[in-house]
């Protein structure tokens, strides 16, 4: 199996700018994690899915930020519009119902 | 709610000291226990979990962490650390009763001097 993947693995975007990210979780895992991980805050947790449902969005700071899982292999984390304050490494991660999490290589996200 | 406590922040180690991090955790029911291992510029991996049965637990690259559930802690050790363990360390748990969701520490960042 090829792990979690995520696309980009970079992205500089100019303040005020949309911007999506995405994650392919492992097949067969139904659970789908979202984390945002800074030096200042560390490892945040900003929601996650299960069968595809979102089951707890309570780590998303704020309205700008939004996410989605069309399906079982998909999913996206939107920020609109960004802010200099959203550079951040961003992981998804899945699992199954042993809760053991997989992690991606992550999202460098620098807004400028 | 619960809660994870990585007691350090920051360890320094000269190569082939022994290691031991510590990890307690607030909730007092069935739980799962984890270390991750993050090397610097990557991706948070498994180093070893607990889910039941034998409360030492062998993991990857010569590490190992005991469950005492009376003292609700899962401290990581490793008798003799290589310049290669340097990186951050994470413990989690999760709450089997509850949901997928795994709940981790501040993390503790260990440099080993060569």
């Known amino acids: 199996d090829a792990g979690v993947i995520q696309s980009p693995r970079h992205e500089v975007t100019e303040m005020g700018q949309e911007v999506t990210l995405r994650c392919k979780p492992i097949s067969g895992h139904n659970s789908l994690f979202w984390y945002r991980q800074t030096m200042m805050r560390g490892l945040e947790l900003l929601i996650y899915?299960?069968?595809?449902?979102?089951?707890?969005d309570s780590g998303m700071p704020e309205d700008r930020f939004s996410a989605k899982m069309p399906n079982a292999s998909f999913s996206t984390l939107k920020i609109q519009p960004s802010e200099p304050r959203d550079s951040a490494v961003y992981f998804c991660?899945?699992?199954?119902?042993?809760?053991?999490?997989?992690f991606g290589p992550g999202t460098r996200l620098t807004v400028t | 709610a619960q809660s994870v406590s990585q007691h350090n922040h920051h360890v320094i180690l000269s190569e082939a000291a022994s290691l031991e991090l510590g990890c307690n955790y607030s909730y007092g029911g069935t739980v799962n226990l984890f270390w991750y291992v993050q090397y610097p510029g990557q991706h948070l991996q498994l180093l070893l979990k607990y889910f039941s049965g034998d409360p030492l637990v062998k993991g990857i690259k010569g590490f190992e962490a005991e469950f005492i559930k009376s003292k609700f802690s899962f401290n990581l050790r490793k008798p003799s650390v290589q310049w290669s363990d340097t990186a951050e360390y994470f413990c989690?748990?999760?709450?089997?009763?509850?949901?997928?969701?795994?709940?981790f520490g501040k993390g503790t960042r260990l440099h080993i001097l060569p």
């Open positions: 899915f299960n069968n595809n449902v979102p089951i707890d």
């Open positions: 989690a748990v999760n709450d089997m009763n509850r949901d997928d969701k795994i709940i």
């Open positions: 991660a899945s699992s199954t119902e042993y809760y053991e999490q997989y």
